[in-house]
């Protein structure tokens, strides 16, 4: 790792999808003098049964970067479409443009199995461009010049902790957020389009409470209050040390 502040860059599917997976490990991270980045594919514009693509778009862009500003996060959005997330060309170049413009140490993405197809192809989109945006002849103009390493890699759980085949993804590790639960609660909350839909759709504020109990579950393994699960990228060419362990030791 350089001798610059370390940088870390979470790269999910849909504004919200940092807030329910990785926040609270994001948060700890900027406690300890990282610098934050946190990337959407999509704006999330299939999230609402009212307003239009563009309305909604427009709406949950301000939602996320009010999340991201709570943890002093940069938020950047690739600006695809939601369901409609492929492992091609394009979507591949914009990701390798972003991670030769952050330059990050640590990246975060989805785990490669998860209930929903975008969250899959965003995770093996981010797990190319880990590995690509070091190769300068791939995308040679896309962002920044080449990285000159492969950044550290880990996955989410999934939502849930379950496949699409509803097996369950045990973490390889888990990390302590009981500390940060509340901030990471407050940057769920900014998601106010996404909240107050599926709290007219539940008849409560179910939206918050999930994410909670999934948190208090996976802190139970670890005899803590709160917790989120990772497993690390560890196929060839990537580092094998645990940077995120490390930082947060
Ligand atoms: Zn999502």
Redesign the pocket.
């Known amino acids: 790792m350089t001798r610059r502040a370390p940088v870390v860059l979470s790269v ?3 504004p ?2 940092a807030e ?1 997976l990785c926040a609270g490990t994001l948060l700890r991270l900027a406690a300890v003098g990282c610098e934050l980045h946190i990337a959407t594919f999509t704006a999330g514009d299939c999230g609402s049964m009212e307003l239009a693509p563009e309305a909604i778009s427009r709406m949950r862009r301000s939602e996320a970067l009010a999340a991201a500003e709570l943890a002093g996060a940069r938020y950047h959005c690739l600006e695809e479409l939601d369901l409609l997330l492929f492992y091609a060309p394009k979507p591949l170049r914009k990701t390798v443009s972003l991670l030769r413009s952050v330059r990050p140490d640590i990246v975060l993405a ?1 785990s490669p199995a998860d209930y ?1 197809p ?2 899959e192809m ?1 995770s093996l989109l981010v797990r190319a461009a880990c590995f690509n945006a070091a190769v300068p002849n791939l995308f040679p103009r896309a962002g920044a010049p080449a990285l000159d390493h492969i950044p550290h890699l880990y996955y989410c759980d999934p ?1 849930e902790g379950k496949d699409s085949l509803g097996r369950d993804v045990p973490p390889d590790m888990v990390i302590d957020i009981a500390s940060v639960l509340d901030t990471k609660a407050a940057m769920l909350a900014c998601h106010a389009s996404q909240r107050d839909w599926l709290a007219s759709q539940h008849g409560m504020d179910q939206y918050i409470e999930a994410m909670r109990a999934w948190a208090k579950h996976r802190g139970a393994a670890i005899g803590s209050a709160a917790a989120e699960g990772f497993r690390q990228h560890l196929g060839h060419g990537f580092p094998q040390d645990n940077a995120l362990t490390k930082l947060l030791a």
């Open positions: 999910l599917a849909h919200d999808d329910i989805h929903m975008d969250h965003a939502i």
